[in-house]
């Protein structure tokens, strides 16, 4: 069973412990997710007391004790050294012992790459994770990788993460065979950097379906299924879909206001959750030796409750399996 546990960093996010608490509690209630499967860790103390008023018994869970945290303001790499018994350090931990599969942090999104990937290592035949996210911009999920973990990489990392996504989305999302793009400034092979060209070809040389260069615009047409791209791009498009979607729908209830249209923002909540990858769960970290979701720092109980849900189905889909498989060309 441990290695099909969930080393949930309580103390991660804007609003732990008790948003993470309630999530695991709920993720255990309405998830279906057995509460052996996760393993709370942080401060024992905090965490017993949290789960008592949430009129909760600590003895359900499994707590592993740790005496630091790592905050949102802190330098990634400062707290990695700084800080060997904070709540993302045991996770890790707990993953690297066998003592769990999976990690679930709703804190500092660097220091949790940061530890995965030096605690963890890479897959067999990776040269480089990427960070994934999953969004249903036209009502079919969409995965777009890499998010932020590899800011430059070369041709052949391009391709890893075309492997990669496209075996989680089969894996994990239910698509059968999914379509892969490579972003770019055109849809032409001739466009783009010399990497985005050389990356071209690698995929067209491929097994996957590959479609060929796609622009920032397709993200919305349901050309593909995932979508390839360097860190800093794909960074980039994510904080901007997030805050544009807020900023749209701001000007759009203030437009129907002004024209005596009393909507509320509930009104059109369901159109900002389809930029919001905490409804798949959070960033998945493709690559590493484990499976690592990181959510936003503002994760409430719900955000936290379908992380946990997604870690599970993505251990048990055997995914890291299939992608070590699949870059060995025995997949």
Same mark, same amino acid.
Request: aromatic share 4%; charged share 20%.
């Given at each position: 069973?441990?290695?099909?546990?969930?080393?949930?960093?309580?103390?991660?996010?804007?609003?732990?412990?008790?948003?993470?608490?309630?999530?695991?509690?709920?993720?255990? =209630?309405?998830?279906?997710?057995?509460?052996?499967?996760?393993?709370?860790?942080?401060?024992?103390?905090?965490?017993?007391?949290?789960?008592?008023?949430?009129?909760?018994?600590?003895?359900?869970?499994?707590?592993?004790?740790?005496?630091?945290?790592?905050?949102?303001?802190?330098?990634? &790499?400062?707290?990695?050294? &700084?800080?060997?018994?904070?709540?993302?350090?045991?996770?890790?931990?707990?993953?690297?012992?066998?003592?769990?599969?999976?990690?679930?942090?709703?804190?500092?999104?660097?220091?949790?790459?940061?530890?995965?990937?030096?605690?963890?290592?890479?897959?067999? /035949?990776?040269?480089?994770?990427?960070?994934?996210?999953?969004?249903?911009?036209?009502?079919?999920?969409?995965?777009?990788?890499?998010?932020?973990?590899?800011?430059?990489?070369?041709? =052949?990392?391009?391709?890893?993460?075309?492997?990669?996504?496209?075996?989680?989305?089969?894996?994990?999302?239910?698509?059968?065979?999914?379509?892969?793009?490579?972003?770019?400034?055109? =849809?032409?092979?001739?466009?783009?950097?010399?990497?985005?060209?050389?990356?071209?070809?690698?995929?067209?040389?491929?097994?996957?379906?590959?479609?060929?260069?796609?622009?920032?615009?397709?993200?919305?047409?349901?050309?593909?299924?995932?979508?390839?791209?360097?860190?800093?791009?794909?960074?980039?498009?994510?904080?901007?879909?997030?805050?544009?979607?807020?900023?749209?729908?701001?000007?759009?209830?203030?437009?129907?206001?002004?024209?005596?249209?009393?909507?509320?923002?509930?009104?059109?909540?369901?159109?900002?959750?389809?930029?919001?990858?905490?409804?798949?769960? /959070?960033?998945?970290?493709?690559?590493?030796?484990?499976?690592?979701?990181?959510?936003?720092?503002?994760?409430?109980?719900?955000?936290?409750?379908?992380?946990?849900?997604?870690?599970?189905?993505?251990?048990?889909?055997?995914?890291?399996?299939?992608?070590?498989?699949?870059?060995?060309?025995?997949?």
């Amino acid at each position: 069973m441990s290695a099909k546990r969930i080393a949930l960093d309580v103390m991660g996010g804007d609003s732990a412990p008790q948003s993470t608490v309630a999530g695991a509690l709920r993720a255990c =209630e309405s998830g279906g997710l057995d509460q052996s499967r996760i393993l709370l860790v942080g401060d024992q103390n905090r965490i017993e007391s949290t789960l008592k008023d949430a009129g909760a018994d600590p003895a359900r869970f499994e707590v592993l004790h740790t005496t630091q945290v790592v905050e949102m303001t802190d330098s990634p &790499a400062a707290a990695l050294r &700084a800080k060997p018994d904070s709540s993302i350090a045991g996770c890790i931990k707990a993953v690297r012992s066998k003592s769990a599969g999976a990690v679930v942090s709703m804190g500092n999104t660097g220091a949790c790459v940061g530890a995965a990937t030096l605690g963890l290592g890479t897959l067999e /035949g990776i040269r480089r994770p990427g960070i994934a996210v999953t969004l249903s911009l036209t009502g079919n999920p969409l995965t777009l990788l890499d998010m932020g973990a590899n800011i430059a990489p070369k041709p =052949e990392h391009l391709l890893q993460y075309a492997m990669m996504g496209s075996i989680y989305a089969k894996d994990c999302l239910g698509v059968a065979e999914p379509r892969v793009g490579l972003l770019n400034v055109g =849809e032409e092979s001739s466009k783009g950097t010399d990497t985005l060209k050389a990356a071209h070809v690698l995929m067209e040389q491929s097994s996957l379906r590959f479609e060929g260069n796609i622009e920032g615009g397709d993200l919305f047409s349901d050309r593909v299924d995932v979508v390839v791209t360097d860190g800093f791009t794909g960074n980039v498009i994510l904080k901007l879909m997030e805050d544009f979607s807020g900023f749209m729908l701001r000007l759009v209830l203030g437009e129907l206001r002004s024209h005596g249209a009393e909507w509320g923002q509930e009104a059109l909540a369901s159109i900002q959750q389809k930029i919001d990858y905490s409804e798949y769960g /959070g960033a998945l970290l493709l690559g590493v030796g484990g499976v690592v979701i990181v959510g936003h720092g503002r994760s409430d109980e719900a955000a936290v409750a379908n992380a946990l849900t997604v870690a599970a189905r993505t251990l048990d889909s055997g995914v890291n399996e299939d992608i070590i498989r699949g870059v060995s060309g025995k997949g």
